[in-house]
Nanobody, 122 residues
Framework: QLQLVESGGGLVQPGGSLRLFCAVS????????VGWFRQAPGKEREGVSC????????NYAESVKGRFTISRDNAKNTVYLQMNSLQPEDTAVYYC???????????????WGQGTQVTVSS
């Protein structure tokens, strides 16, 4: 059973940066795509970014393009989300999820982490 654990969230001021980590265990993640999603209070879960098994990353959310970068280290079974120029509207619980293919739709993923809170506030 694939297990995912997010970390790296926290409180940051507008304009600041955070790096999120998604640690994958239970199976080698070499053949899996891993996506990042976020969910703000009262809103639906939104696809942010995904990286496939060929190390090709895609940003889905228009608002994060040019600010967020996804990467992965298969040797460490870890996927990263580097978030720069954070804004209050980026405040949400961030989740990582895994499946065989990238998709911006949460229902496409079978494996999920528990989430990590990111709060952008002065």
């Amino acid at each position: 059973q694939l297990q995912l654990v997010e970390s790296g969230g926290g409180l940051v001021q507008p304009g600041g940066s955070l790096r999120l980590f998604c640690a994958v265990s239970g199976f080698t993640m070499d053949y899996y795509a891993v996506g990042w999603f976020r969910q703000a209070p009262g809103k639906e879960r939104e696809g942010v970014s995904c990286i496939n098994s060929n190390l090709v990353g895609t940003n889905y959310a228009e608002s994060v393009k040019g600010r967020f970068t996804i990467s992965r280290d298969n040797a460490k079974n870890t996927v990263y989300l580097q978030m720069n120029s954070l804004q209050p509207e980026d405040t949400a619980v961030y989740y990582c999820a895994a499946d065989y293919y990238c998709s911006e739709y949460p229902e496409s993923y079978d494996y999920w982490g528990q989430g990590t809170q990111v709060t952008v506030s002065s």
